[in-house]
């Protein structure tokens, strides 16, 4: 299935103070252009009740209707651009309950908005983001708030950076970043990063063409590769502040590959100046259909 054909639910991660902003723009700027509907999700964790002393019914009672409250506001400004949706509060941790809400809509795409780095640490900033996208049945967009704010918004008309990597995803990857080029009519950056052996054995990756991970170019996209040796995750940074694209995607794993509990989806989450589009391996049919039957049953 292609990034358009699921793209017809987009799931957005609702706070109340407001840290969801740039996630919702780029949550109604996907859901205008591709005629989706958004589910406006908001969490009530109940690990933050772990100190309440007043009743927990009140205090969850009075969370959700502030919570209700402030969902039927951004319904109402939804619906005046033309865009439907419907809300779900729920009982539980951020992660699973974006991605239990994703999988009851089957929804093609989670919006969160993440802190950014000013007066966060990197744990802070990608910890609950990472966590959604290795547990998510979706791609995942994360939005930095003061990333994508002032000087560090990104240019208007910025290009797609589709950060190519050979594993399980890329094909996925691909055929998203070329989707977004294609209907937002951008530019589409293709970044190589070069190992060490390849860099010696003067490899070229440009030679890499889209068509060998299942992509058909409709030939209305300019597509540019660009070649960079070193670390993934720095050559990726660097990448991005040369050229400004409007938005990073990239092809990910479910489990790390790397030592520690963080891998590179982590490090890119935490430090990226632009909306980080995380791309899973696309599902097979056979796993999509033991999954519904389970929920079925639930």
């Not at 419907?86 to 929804?107: C, F, G, K, P, W």
């Not at 060998?212 to 597509?223: D, I, M």
Request: glycine letters at 8%.
């Amino acid at each position: 299935m292609s990034f358009r054909d699921g793209l017809k639910t987009i799931v957005l991660a609702t706070e109340l103070d407001g840290q969801q902003e740039g996630a919702l723009e780029y949550g109604r700027k996907l859901a205008r252009a591709y005629e989706a509907r958004m589910v406006l999700a908001y969490s009530v964790d109940p690990l933050d009740f772990a100190a309440v002393d007043a009743a927990p019914g009140r205090v969850l009672d009075g969370l959700t209707e502030k919570a209700q409250a402030a969902l039927d506001k951004m319904a109402g400004e939804l619906l005046r651009e033309g865009i439907h949706s419907h809300s779900e509060i729920r009982q539980a941790t951020v992660a699973q309950m974006l991605a239990d809400v994703a999988r009851q809509y089957n929804a093609g795409l989670i919006v969160i908005g993440t802190k950014g780095r000013e007066g966060a640490g990197p744990v802070v900033v990608g910890a609950v983001a990472e966590q959604l996208v290795r547990i998510a049945p979706c791609p995942v967009l994360a939005v930095a708030a003061d990333w994508n704010s002032g000087p560090h918004r990104p240019e208007p008309g910025g290009q797609v950076l589709l950060a190519m990597e050979r594993n399980e995803a890329a094909g996925a990857a691909a055929a998203t970043a070329y989707s977004l080029a294609e209907t937002f009519k951008r530019p589409l950056m293709v970044l190589h990063v070069r190992t060490a052996a390849e860099s010696s054995a003067i490899l070229n990756p440009c030679e890499t063409r889209l068509e060998e991970f299942g992509v058909q170019p409709s030939g209305r996209v300019p597509v540019q590769c660009l070649v960079k040796d070193g670390g993934t995750v720095d050559a990726i940074m660097s990448a991005i502040e040369v050229h400004h694209p409007a938005i990073l995607v990239v092809g990910v794993k479910r489990t790390s590959g790397t030592p520690g509990p963080h891998g590179t989806a982590f490090a890119l989450l935490a430090r990226s100046r632009v909306p980080v589009l995380c791309v899973p391996p696309e599902a097979k049919p056979a796993a999509v259909a033991h999954e519904r039957a389970v929920l079925a049953k639930a």
